[in-house]
Antibody, heavy 118, light 112 residues
Framework: EVQLQQSGPEVGRPGSSVKISCKAS????????MNWVKQSPGQGLEWIGW????????DYAEKFKKKATLTADTSSNTAYIQLSSLTSEDTATYFC???????????WGPGTMVTVSS | DVVLTQTPPTLSATIGQSVSISCRSS???????????LNWLLQRPGQPPQLLIY???RLESGVPNRFSGSGSGTDFTLKISGVEAEDLGVYYC?????????FGSGTKLEIK
């Protein structure tokens, strides 16, 4: 059974960084790309970017290129997103979502809530 | 970036009623490889989104066949043939033909 297990809620101070994890199980981690999606409170969905765990290659939406850094550890089947220079605009739930060659998000993590507060 | 316009923003339906949601794209979603990467998601309250339909009309495994997708180019439709109580939530279309991938603004389905 495919599962994406995300780390717990985070509280970060303005200007600081947070790093969220997404541990994959039930499939070959390097056979799929991992996407990250942002959902601000009461709002819709925004695609942040993807990482190919096999090669470490990434692609980001322009808006998130200076905000997010995607990495992956194939030894632990875990993908990460680091959010830097936090502002109130970064308060949101962040989801990891798997996609394959046809680029649809077929499995989603439960989401990690990030709250930016001083 | 590709803009996906979903209508209506909210939908109220009785159990058993059939409903449709429209998703219109600012540019064609037909990829040069012949595929159209338009998918539909449902986000139930307090849950992550789940995949319903991929590649315009293909039903994801385990999704009831009362859900169906159609369309081409820039106009796409999700139809629910006989709404059930568990169908409440927000429906999103999402395109992955063009980078960056983009989502529609969502259609909230309420049950009367």
């Amino acid at each position: 059974e495919v599962q994406l297990q995300q780390s717990g809620p985070e509280v970060g101070r303005p200007g600081s960084s947070v790093k969220i994890s997404c541990k994959a199980s039930g499939y070959t981690f390097t056979d799929y790309v991992m996407n990250w999606v942002k959902q601000s409170p009461g709002q819709g969905l925004e695609w942040i970017g993807w990482i190919d765990p096999e090669y470490g290659s990434t692609d980001y939406a322009e808006k998130f290129k200076k905000k997010a850094t995607l990495t992956a550890d194939t030894s632990s089947n875990t993908a990460y997103i680091q959010l830097s220079s936090l502002t109130s605009e970064d308060t949101a739930t962040y989801f990891c979502a798997r996609s394959g060659l046809s680029w649809y998000f077929d499995f989603w993590g439960p989401g990690t809530m990030v709250t930016v507060s001083s | 970036d590709v803009v996906l316009t979903q209508t209506p923003p909210t939908l109220s339906a009785t159990i058993g009623q059939s409903v449709s949601i429209s998703c219109r794209s600012s540019q064609s979603l037909l990829h040069s490889n012949g595929n159209t990467y338009l998918n539909w998601l449902l986000q139930r309250p307090g849950q992550p989104p789940q995949l319903l339909i991929y590649l315009v009309s293909r039903l994801e495994s385990g999704v009831p066949n009362r859900f169906s997708g159609s369309g081409s180019g820039t106009d796409f439709t999700l139809k629910i043939s006989g709404v059930e109580a568990e169908d409440l939530g927000v429906y999103y279309c999402v395109q992955s033909t063009h980078a960056p991938f983009t989502f529609g603004s969502g259609t909230k389905l309420e049950i009367k």
